[in-house]
């Protein structure tokens, strides 16, 4: 029986570097063998201007559809999409919307998950 706890991980700077930063976080703790939690709990919700970098063309769209190919759950907030004129359709592969990224964020954490925000 597993005793890991769910991860959420909260993205919201625009700004490129803060994003690289996050990913690399991401990657690391994925492949860090001293964390009990399995990458099928975690889940990564992007809201603000961060969605822009969960685009199919954005630089590190391969690294995105590598952590959800990894079983990390990445979800882009659809108001944030409409806000900033991007349609979901755009999303890299293995990326997923949700209504509401602070909402997604909120019953995470009221469902026992730890929050881990990054950069």
Known sequence: ???????????????SADFETALRN????????????PP???????NGR????????????AK????????????????S???FGHDSQDLAEGV???PSGVAEVARAQQHGATYLKLP
């Open 50 to 61: 961060a969605v822009r970098f969960l685009l199919a063309t954005a630089p590190e769209a």
């Open 96 to 98: 997923t919307t949700i």
């Open 26 to 37: 991401l990657v690391n703790l994925v492949q860090e063998e001293s964390v009990s939690t």
């Open 81 to 83: 999409l409409d806000r």
């Open 40 to 46: 099928e709990k975690m889940q990564v919700v992007v």
């Open 1 to 15: 029986m597993s005793t890991s706890q769910s991860i959420v991980i909260h993205v919201t700077s625009g700004e």
């Open 64 to 79: 995105i559809t590598q952590m959800a190919d990894a079983g990390v759950g990445i979800g882009a907030c659809a108001n």
